[in-house]
């Protein structure tokens, strides 16, 4: 599997083929000894309590000629790729200059925010026109819903990670600070939602500030262990603090969202009867969906203002360098707590709004996997870029709910196909995929916040993220 | 005493387990200085591999020596998933050498997300449990009605890892693949300017920590008779927490963490509460690297500007 440089000149194309066609074999046969017992035998439970061994080497063959074909096409290709740029002459310089046109990623990004909101907000009519009627739109609006949580958190987010250059893998802790404080607030002292949200916001950032004071003398991966660490013991002390968090149960029946104090109920008290309206159970998730659209916006602009001031240059300067940083007076520790407990607020503010959407919490919901999800986004839009995160936001829930209606491919795999399965192993060779192809993310750019005359773009693979 | 000493033993069986895991990740991060985030699963499917061809062994080809078995399973689930740590290092790392600081650390967790999901659609995402071998076990202490007892199979894990661990130290202290692997990790380019093939060496290193992992995947399975395709992450995050605490790139210290780690754990479990042995787990990972990054036998890293 090794890459020979395809040498296309003065070797005689039938050794080139059959270089290739040894090469492609050779991976065929990789791929022969990764699936050998894995896949080549399924265990299932049998009479009693043995397993018993169901042989698959149909499937084994198919796998293998598959990555054969595959490998096959991929250095024909590449064959002909480097054929063509022999005839041609290299271009002088492969990188973009410093102060050259934007491209066509970077021109997208400076309206893409704005088309994004109108999209957004919009797609409740547009889902209603859509479909016929509101009810009926409800799978969109829900799905929108979700999409909007996650662009809130990766936003949230987006300030440790991809402005400060913090990496942190328990950031889903902050989420399940935020979503527990409402919901035990709410269900043993009655406090209502509104006065819970900020709450579930100031606990969130509190717990960032105390969980971030440990950790900033740490950097890189170090950094990304211990807070994956913290996250963990978060989750595990939700599960077994019994008393208090109703353990791996989980707190149920909380109570649900308010029209700013009138409940959205059938009876005369209730947010249809008040407006005139005629009760629709949509008139919540409609509402439900314009509040986490708000406060996903709210966490936009507090990040795009806070870019400006003293605070967020800070912050972008100490993910450049760190030492720099230091040696230019810049106080490293309140600037990394900042960014914790503002990234935190935000997600504990997501998390508020989810045990409100949702009505019951588990530990469950809270796993490293979600962090994970968060932070792939974070990385896939291009660490930094609000534009990027949300299309990157889009394109993690989205595409992956987009496998559940995939119902045709049962028939090319058979009945017992199930697309949702495959779900979360696409995930993961998508997060390696686009580490492989585009490290930078999506959207890289980054605008320069203090400038001489005009504001130009910049690549972010002229930016080199020191440690942090 | 008698309670302590069969926990000791309890212990030290368990940090054999974490110890040859951490091996892997503690020669990663000195070759590449990147956190092996997927190792955990790479054990776990270990796991799954050595399961399989146990039972392959016994049930279809009517293997009924268990000692034979046992070598049979070693040798091949050593091979096949040092083919997986192979792999994985061609595919999801070795493209994003000099890549951004971040870029190997999040390629790894996709990995150990792709490897668990793999297992759990290959596999299905129920418990599998083995047929217990080997059962029994010498009577260390008898007293009071109390008896101190060590299992076949767990001085079958110390016998076991102690033999590969020598093994292992001679290959890196005594042979040429062993002199390059330690050149690489002082300083990858000086050893690249003296010949030394360094993406050879790098791959052999995950080749030689995968094939430790599965040594710990047989042990594991053989001793807890369970394993399912979520079981990577938490054995993979004490191994991790093992190598921190005996010093990240120190071989000997990865040992020594991980019996220290299966130690604590066991006591912890035995002495406190079991619900929590995890959270200590997690709890000492913190305390380590925020007090302590070096370790035990680790060298302190020296920033230069």
């Given at each position: 599997m090794a890459r020979p440089a395809a040498s296309t000149q003065g070797a005689l194309?039938?050794?080139?083929?059959?270089?290739?066609?040894?090469?492609?074999?050779?991976?065929?046969?990789?791929?022969?000894?990764?699936?050998?017992?894995l896949i080549a035998y399924r265990m299932d439970p049998g009479p009693g309590s043995d397993l018993v061994l169901v042989p698959r080497w149909g499937l084994v063959a198919i796998l293998c000629a598959i990555t054969f074909g595959v490998r096959l096409g991929q250095r024909l290709l590449l064959l002909r790729r480097d054929a063509r740029r022999a005839l041609t002459p290299a271009p002088a310089q492969a990188t973009e200059a410093v102060g050259g046109e934007p491209d066509a990623g970077q021109k997208v990004s400076k309206i893409g925010l704005k088309l994004f909101v109108a999209v957004a907000l919009s797609l409740p009519v547009l889902a209603t026109l859509a479909t016929g009627d509101l009810g009926s739109a409800r799978y969109w609006i829900d799905l929108g819903i979700l999409?909007?949580?996650?662009v809130m958190l990766g936003w949230g987010l987006n300030i440790v990670v991809g402005l400060a250059g913090l990496l942190d893998l328990g950031y889903v802790a902050f989420y399940a600070v935020g979503a527990y404080s409402y919901a035990l607030l709410s269900t043993t002292f009655g406090l209502s939602f509104w006065v819970c949200l900020p709450l579930a916001g100031l606990f969130a950032g509190l717990w960032g500030m105390l969980l971030g004071f440990p950790v900033l003398r740490l950097r890189g991966d170090y950094l990304a262990i211990v807070t994956l660490a913290f996250g963990e013991i978060i989750r595990l002390v939700l599960i077994n603090w019994t008393d208090v968090t109703g353990g791996a149960a989980g707190v149920s029946s909380i109570p649900r969202a308010t029209f700013f104090g009138i409940p959205f109920t059938a009876d005369e008290d209730g947010f249809a009867a008040r407006f005139g309206l005629e009760f629709d159970s949509m008139h919540r998730v409609v509402f439900l969906y314009y509040l986490i659209l708000v406060l996903a916006l709210i966490t936009n602009l507090v990040t795009l203002r806070l870019r400006r001031l003293p605070i967020g240059r800070a912050w972008e300067a100490l993910r450049e360098d760190e030492i720099a940083c230091r040696s230019l007076g810049i106080d490293t520790t309140a600037t990394k707590l900042t960014a914790f407990a503002l990234g935190a607020a935000f997600g504990?503010?997501?998390?508020?709004?989810?045990?409100?959407?949702?009505?019951?919490?588990?530990?469950?919901?809270?796993?490293?996997?979600?962090?994970?999800?968060?932070?792939?986004?974070?990385?896939?839009?291009?660490?930094?870029?609000?534009?990027?995160?949300?299309?990157?936001?889009?394109?993690?829930?989205?595409?992956?709910?987009?496998?559940?209606?995939?119902?045709?491919?049962?028939?090319?795999?058979?009945e017992g196909f199930d697309p949702n399965?495959?779900?979360?192993?696409?995930?993961?060779?998508?997060?390696?995929?686009?580490?492989?192809?585009?490290?930078?993310?999506?959207?890289s750019v980054r605008m320069p916040s203090v400038t001489l005359g005009e504001r130009k773009a910049i690549s972010g693979a002229h930016v080199s993220e020191g440690h942090g | 005493m008698d309670v302590f000493l069969q926990q000791l033993i309890n212990g030290l069986t368990l940090g054999s387990i974490y110890g040859l895991i951490a091996i892997g990740y503690t020669m990663v991060f000195g070759i590449i200085g990147m956190v092996n985030f997927a190792h955990g699963d790479v054990f776990m499917v270990s796991c799954f591999i050595s399961l399989i061809l146990f039972l392959l062994?016994?049930?279809?080809?009517?293997?009924?020596?268990?000692?034979?078995?046992?070598?049979?399973?070693?040798?091949?689930?050593?091979?096949?998933?040092?083919?997986?740590?192979?792999?994985?290092?061609?595919?999801?790392?070795?493209?994003?050498?000099?890549?951004?600081?971040?870029?190997?650390?999040?390629?790894?967790?996709?990995v150990s997300i792709f490897l668990s999901n793999f297992v759990q659609v290959v596999q299905g995402a129920r418990n599998k449990s083995m047929p217990p071998v080997l059962s029994g076990g010498i009577t260390v202490l008898e007293r009071e009605g109390y008896t101190v007892v060590l299992s076949y199979k767990q001085g079958l894990i110390m016998v076991v890892t102690a033999v590969l661990l020598t093994g292992f130290w001679y290959l890196v202290q005594r042979t040429p693949f062993g002199r390059a692997q330690r050149a690489c990790e002082q300083d990858r380019k000086m050893a690249a300017l003296l010949g030394i093939d360094v993406d050879r060496t790098i791959s052999l290193t995950f080749v030689l920590g995968a094939a430790l992992a599965a040594v710990a995947g047989v042990l594991y399975v053989m001793y807890y008779g369970v394993v399912s395709f979520s079981d990577g992450f938490v054995p993979g995050v004490k191994a991790f927490t093992a190598a921190v605490l005996g010093g990240i790139g120190s071989l000997p210290g990865a040992v020594l963490g991980g019996l220290i780690i299966g130690l604590i754990e066991t006591f912890w479990s035995a002495y406190f509460s079991i619900e929590y042995k995890d959270v200590a787990a997690f709890s000492i990972l913190a305390i380590v690297l925020i007090f302590m990054p070096s370790g035990i036998l680790g060298r302190p890293e020296v920033e230069k500007v």
């Open positions: 194309p039938e050794s080139v083929m059959g270089a290739i066609l040894r090469d492609a074999a050779l991976c065929a046969l990789v791929a022969l000894g990764l699936c050998l017992p999409i909007l949580t996650y504990g503010i997501a998390g508020s709004f989810f045990a409100v959407r949702q009505g019951f919490i588990s530990p469950e919901s809270f796993t490293f996997l979600e962090s994970a999800i968060i932070l792939a986004i974070v990385v896939l839009g291009g660490m930094g870029s609000q534009f990027g995160v949300a299309i990157a936001a889009v394109a993690m829930v989205a595409g992956p709910e987009m496998l559940r209606n995939l119902g045709g491919l049962k028939a090319v795999f058979g399965e495959y779900r979360l192993l696409l995930f993961g060779l998508a997060m390696v995929a686009m580490m492989v192809w585009r490290p930078r993310g999506l959207i | 062994l016994t049930t279809w080809l009517g293997v009924t020596s268990i000692v034979l078995a046992f070598l049979v399973v070693l040798v091949l689930a050593m091979a096949l998933t040092a083919l997986w740590g192979w792999a994985i290092e061609l595919v999801a790392y070795r493209p994003l050498r000099g890549s951004f600081r971040l870029a190997p650390l999040i390629s790894a967790i996709g």
